[in-house]
């Protein structure tokens, strides 16, 4: 296992190190980290994609990013481990050092394992429910479990698949999304008071360093909609369970072209104030990475993106999402050694200034 985690001198060394523009690192929470990370979600449970994956992270890393994300139910656990074995060979090979990436995963979801025969239910009953890990009534109709035992438990299976004493960040994936059909909202958020004081005690205890929603709808759908969700009043309850070094700082949604509520939907409010959810995260000192940059290459085929810039398609959406005021980093998901070339030339490219982007938005909404 491998100790220690994210710091603010070693993430700022990264940069400084990086054959990267100095201009594409975002200062957040004292750290040092890239306008662009590494997603690994798609993907077949299978060795060659294991082997795809380590490769990317390690060329994605070499490139100057230091933001990696995963998920526990990524390619049936075996993305986490993908991941984990970059990390330990890029170390070894003396190229990185564990204190300058800032490493993300998430829980939540129900998973098997990719590398034991075992179908869903089968390994469910087998690692959770025999175990008294899960019981009757714990996983919702979405294959979804927030309870503190299942989550203390995912928590040190990805640590174990990580290869890593401590997380960087720990994401409740799409909780009310995957939670709502069955529970009422009152007692949603009930069970995530109980889930913050989980992962206040695990930074305690020095498993993880902060912890945060990753989502799909809640924070970018209306305030009627059963799924929505309010960032103040989440940073409000993790405030009540950890005070003010509570260590709820990162959120994770949906943002590209397309799917550009983040950006220009009044979805959320602080205090009175209708507001975008890129600016309420602003407002409340909330990191946000993003998903779906390229939506999954759909934003590639030939006509579907906007002109604009004189940048290739990956490049054009990748540069719109990160220059975005509010925007930490998209998460590109990347395996092919052409793709990660072409992605990667963006680390060379400095983002759009404020202006630029204010002009190019009013462009594209025109």
Same mark, same amino acid.
């Given at each position: 296992m491998i100790s220690g985690y994210a710091t603010a001198e070693k993430t700022n060394e990264f940069a400084q190190n990086s054959n990267a523009n100095s201009t594409n690192f975002n200062e957040f929470e004292n750290l040092t980290l890239s306008n662009v990370g590494i997603g690994t979600y798609l993907g077949d449970p299978d060795n060659k994609t294991d082997e795809l994956v380590t490769s990317a992270v390690k060329q994605s890393v070499? $490139? #100057?990013i230091n933001v990696i994300d995963t998920a526990i139910n990524y390619r049936s656990q075996k993305a986490e481990r993908s991941v984990g074995k970059a990390i330990s060979e890029l170390i070894q090979e003396g190229k990185i050092s564990r204190d300058q990436i800032f490493v993300s995963t998430k829980n939540g979801y129900v998973t098997n394992d990719g590398d034991v025969p075992l179908g869903l239910w089968e390994y469910v009953k087998k690692e959770y429910t025999d175990k008294g890990v899960v019981k009757e009534g714990d996983i919702t109709s979405g294959y979804h479990c927030m309870t503190v035992p299942y989550l203390s438990d995912q928590l040190d299976r990805s640590l174990e698949n990580l290869g890593l004493d401590c997380v960087d960040l720990i994401y409740l994936h799409n909780a009310i999304e995957g939670q709502i059909k069955d529970v009422s909202k009152e007692k949603f958020l009930e069970? *995530? =008071?109980s889930v913050f004081e989980l992962? +206040?005690? =695990?930074? =305690? +205890? /020095?498993?993880i360093k902060f912890y /945060? *929603? @990753?989502t799909w709808e809640c924070f970018r759908v209306a305030k009627d909609n059963p799924q929505y969700l309010s960032l103040e009043d989440t940073v409000n309850l993790a405030k009540q369970v950890g005070g003010e070094n509570h260590g709820f700082r990162f959120i994770q949604l949906p943002f590209n072209l397309y799917y550009d509520q983040a950006l220009l939907g009044k979805t959320q409010f602080v205090g009175d104030t209708s507001t975008s959810l890129l600016e309420s995260a602003v =407002? *409340? #000192?909330i990191g946000v990475f993003t998903s779906v940059p390229l939506m999954q290459g759909r934003l590639l085929q030939p006509g579907t993106m906007p002109e604009f810039l004189d940048l290739k398609p990956s490049l054009r959406a990748l540069q719109f999402i990160r220059s975005s005021p509010g925007v *930490? @980093?998209?998460l590109v998901g990347q395996k092919s050694l052409e793709h990660i070339s072409e992605n990667m030339e963006i680390m060379n490219i400095p983002p759009l200034s404020d202006d630029e982007f204010l002009k190019l938005v009013k462009k594209?909404? $025109?």
């Open positions: 070499e $490139s #100057g069970n *995530l =008071k992962y +206040e005690q =695990k930074r =305690k +205890e /020095g498993k /945060g *929603l @990753a =407002k *409340l #000192g *930490l @980093a998209p594209l909404t $025109s």
